[in-house]
Structures are given as C-alpha cells and as structure tokens.
C-alpha cells in the first residue's frame, strides 16, 4: 500500500466516523441569561465547580467574595 492511498483511506474513515456521529445532533452551548448568584447555582447551570485562584485565597477573600469577584469579571453576559 502507498502512502498516499493509506492516508487517503485514513482520511476516509475519520472522516465517517465524524459525520455519522455527529448526523442530527446539534451542540447547544448553555444559555448564559441568569447570573447565578450562588456557588450552588454556578455549579447546577455550568456543572462546574468553582474554585478560588491561589491569588483570591493567599489575599484572604472569603469563598463567596471570591466567587462574587469571579462572576463580576468573568461571567458572559
């Protein structure tokens, strides 16, 4: 086998395998229109968990003021 008649067949069947399992499913991002306003909310939208930068903890933030500083930064609106 040449190598360009296995790289066209490798091609081939990655190919397949993308376009068969992706056939009518779209991706939806999560909708971003309520600001959760609690760590236990960030978690149930995002199914994250939030955790607070070396820079948050070493500054003395409490966990929510860290999540609040979090939301205010860096939240898509």
Do not use: C
Not at 25 to 50: A, N, S, W
Not at 54 to 70: H, I, P, T, V, Y
């Amino acid at each position: 086998m040449s190598k360009d008649s296995f790289i066209k067949r490798l091609d081939a069947m990655i190919s397949s395998i993308f376009s068969s399992s992706l056939k009518g499913e779209e991706v939806e991002e999560p909708k971003y229109e309520d600001v959760p306003q609690t760590i236990e909310e960030y978690t149930k939208v995002t199914g994250k968990r939030f955790r607070m930068t070396k820079n948050q903890k070493e500054s003395g933030l409490s966990r929510q003021d860290a999540f609040q500083e979090f939301i205010n930064t860096n939240w898509r609106k």
